[in-house]
Protein backbone atom coordinates (compact mmCIF):
# COMPACT_ATOMS: atom_id res chain seq x y z
CA UNK A 1 0.00 0.00 0.00
CA UNK A 2 1.25 3.67 -0.99
CA UNK A 3 2.10 6.12 1.51
CA UNK A 4 -0.72 8.37 0.09
CA UNK A 5 -3.24 5.26 -0.13
CA UNK A 6 -2.68 4.37 3.65
CA UNK A 7 -2.68 8.24 5.46
CA UNK A 8 -4.05 9.95 3.11
CA UNK A 9 -4.10 13.81 4.31
CA UNK A 10 -3.38 12.80 8.03
CA UNK A 11 0.19 14.38 8.77
CA UNK A 12 -1.43 17.56 7.76
CA UNK A 13 -4.50 16.82 9.64
CA UNK A 14 -2.68 16.61 12.59
CA UNK A 15 -0.37 19.51 12.08
CA UNK A 16 -3.15 21.93 11.90
CA UNK A 17 -4.85 20.05 15.25
CA UNK A 18 -2.04 20.75 17.15
CA UNK A 19 -1.25 24.49 15.56
CA UNK A 20 -5.01 25.12 17.03
CA UNK A 21 -4.27 23.24 20.24
CA UNK A 22 -0.49 24.96 20.76
CA UNK A 23 -1.50 28.38 19.71
CA UNK A 24 -5.16 28.23 21.71
CA UNK A 25 -3.00 27.76 24.96
CA UNK A 26 -0.46 30.02 24.27
CA UNK A 27 -2.52 32.84 22.93
CA UNK A 28 -2.13 33.25 19.85
CA UNK A 29 0.82 33.33 17.27
CA UNK A 30 1.54 32.33 13.52
CA UNK A 31 0.00 28.87 13.13
CA UNK A 32 1.55 28.57 9.87
CA UNK A 33 4.75 28.21 11.23
CA UNK A 34 3.64 24.63 12.29
CA UNK A 35 0.77 23.68 9.83
CA UNK A 36 3.34 24.69 6.59
CA UNK A 37 6.17 22.62 8.55
CA UNK A 38 7.03 19.84 5.95
CA UNK A 39 6.81 16.26 7.16
CA UNK A 40 8.57 13.26 5.04
CA UNK A 41 7.92 9.77 5.33
CA UNK A 42 11.19 7.66 7.03
CA UNK A 43 11.48 4.81 5.26
CA UNK A 44 11.87 1.99 8.37
CA UNK A 45 13.08 -1.86 7.70
CA UNK A 46 9.98 -2.54 9.90
CA UNK A 47 7.54 -1.01 8.23
CA UNK A 48 4.58 -3.25 7.52
CA UNK A 49 1.15 -3.31 6.32
CA UNK A 50 0.70 -6.70 8.10
CA UNK A 51 0.51 -5.22 11.35
CA UNK A 52 -3.08 -3.84 12.06
CA UNK A 53 -3.09 -3.49 15.74
CA UNK A 54 -0.20 -2.06 17.31
CA UNK A 55 0.66 1.55 15.86
CA UNK A 56 0.09 3.01 19.85
CA UNK A 57 2.94 0.31 20.28
CA UNK A 58 5.31 1.70 17.36
CA UNK A 59 4.73 5.26 18.07
CA UNK A 60 5.74 4.84 22.18
CA UNK A 61 8.48 2.58 20.84
CA UNK A 62 9.33 5.94 18.18
CA UNK A 63 8.87 8.29 20.30
CA UNK A 64 11.22 6.93 23.14
CA UNK A 65 14.57 6.15 20.50
CA UNK A 66 14.49 8.58 18.15
CA UNK A 67 16.35 11.60 18.46
CA UNK A 68 16.26 12.67 14.57
CA UNK A 69 19.12 11.13 13.12
CA UNK A 70 18.64 9.57 9.81
CA UNK A 71 16.61 6.16 9.16
CA UNK A 72 19.66 4.44 8.01
CA UNK A 73 21.22 5.07 11.99
CA UNK A 74 18.50 4.94 13.59
CA UNK A 75 17.64 1.73 15.57
CA UNK A 76 14.88 1.42 17.75
CA UNK A 77 15.28 -2.48 18.30
CA UNK A 78 11.94 -3.29 16.18
CA UNK A 79 12.28 -6.70 13.94
CA UNK A 80 9.44 -6.48 10.70
CA UNK A 81 6.54 -8.28 11.57
CA UNK A 82 7.43 -9.57 15.12
CA UNK A 83 4.65 -9.65 16.77
CA UNK A 84 5.77 -11.55 20.07
CA UNK A 85 7.95 -8.82 20.38
CA UNK A 86 5.33 -6.46 20.02
CA UNK A 87 3.39 -8.43 22.83
CA UNK A 88 6.39 -7.60 25.10
CA UNK A 89 6.47 -4.03 24.20
CA UNK A 90 2.39 -4.03 24.53
CA UNK A 91 3.14 -5.36 28.05
CA UNK A 92 5.64 -3.40 28.80
CA UNK A 93 4.33 -0.12 28.55
CA UNK A 94 0.75 -0.89 29.80
CA UNK A 95 2.67 -1.55 32.98
CA UNK A 96 4.52 1.47 32.69
CA UNK A 97 1.20 3.48 32.41
CA UNK A 98 -0.57 1.66 34.77
CA UNK A 99 1.66 1.42 37.50
CA UNK A 100 3.52 5.07 37.42
CA UNK A 101 3.03 7.03 40.42
CA UNK A 102 0.71 9.43 38.87
CA UNK A 103 -1.93 7.05 38.74
CA UNK A 104 -4.23 6.89 42.20
CA UNK A 105 -4.73 2.98 41.60
CA UNK A 106 -0.96 2.31 40.47
CA UNK A 107 -0.51 0.06 43.96
CA UNK A 108 -3.44 -2.16 42.81
CA UNK A 109 -2.47 -2.43 39.08
CA UNK A 110 1.22 -3.42 39.92
CA UNK A 111 -0.79 -6.28 42.00
CA UNK A 112 -2.84 -6.85 38.65
CA UNK A 113 -0.16 -6.98 36.40
CA UNK A 114 2.03 -9.19 38.29
CA UNK A 115 -1.29 -11.73 38.71
CA UNK A 116 -2.17 -11.24 35.15
CA UNK A 117 1.16 -11.82 33.81
CA UNK A 118 2.32 -15.06 35.96
CA UNK A 119 -1.04 -16.30 35.14
CA UNK A 120 -0.46 -15.81 31.00
CA UNK A 121 3.47 -16.89 31.11
CA UNK A 122 4.93 -13.15 29.81
Given at each position: ???????????????????????????????????DFKTRNLNMKWKSN?????????????????????????????????????????????????????????????????????????
Amino acid sequence: MTYLGKYKNEPRNMLKGFAEYYFARHNGGNKSSVTDFKTRNLNMKWKSNANYDDCGVFLLKHMETYYGESAKEWNPGLEKDNFEQMKRLRVEYCGKLLAHKENDEHHTMISKSRTWALENKI
